[in-house]
């Protein structure tokens, strides 16, 4: 089966490419297993790290796996082309909450099926589709149409972005001086 891994398109989609790269070369997933990147605005977020090195703490190796670790797909001719590709894979879409975007239709045509895999990567807002998902919705509504799920879901806590206060108050303390508002 396929892994579908809803992602937020700035931030947390190029964390999963990064981390993807790293389970290949590590030999935990096959180096042959294609990765796709179905995000519009992931995918120019990804661009930008290459242009510009000095305000990220990557590495030009890192950036070069996280820019050629996928194949982006940039139009939706070829979202809907993807959608009917079979075969192993892994699909990296937006939104994060699977409340709009392309992985909608991901979701429709994987969801029914037993052999593939939704993986969230963090925290899901109460009411969203994701949060359904998560908690064991049997089918859920997109596009105006109830879509059974039978593939398996699962949440990965430690990629949430949402600092609590402790993380909150520790990172002004790090500021310079304190913030005007």
Do not use: C
Request: glycine letters at 8%; aromatic letters at 4%.
């Amino acid at each position: 089966g396929s892994v579908l891994l809803p992602a937020v398109a700035v931030g947390r989609a190029q964390a999963l490419l990064l981390v993807l790269q790293r389970l290949k070369a590590a030999g935990e997933i096959p180096q042959d297993l294609p990765v796709f990147l179905d995000s519009p605005m992931a995918i120019h977020t990804t661009q930008l790290f290459e242009h510009h090195m000095d305000e990220h703490r990557l590495d030009p190796q890192q950036v070069h796996a996280l820019t050629h670790s996928a194949t982006m797909i940039n139009t939706p001719d070829e979202s809907k082309a993807l959608a009917r590709r079979h075969g192993p894979m892994v699909i990296l879409a937006a939104s994060g909450m699977a409340t709009g975007g392309r992985v909608l239709h991901h979701l429709a045509h994987l969801a029914p099926d037993a052999r593939h895999h939704i993986v969230f990567a963090g925290f899901q807002v109460g009411g969203s589709r994701g949060a359904h998902l998560v908690a064991g919705a049997p089918e859920v509504k997109i596009h105006g149409a109830m879509v059974p799920v039978r593939a398996q879901v699962s949440q990965l806590e430690g990629f949430s972005g949402h600092a609590d206060a402790d993380g909150l108050v520790a990172w002004l303390r790090q500021l310079p001086a304190a913030p005007r508002q």
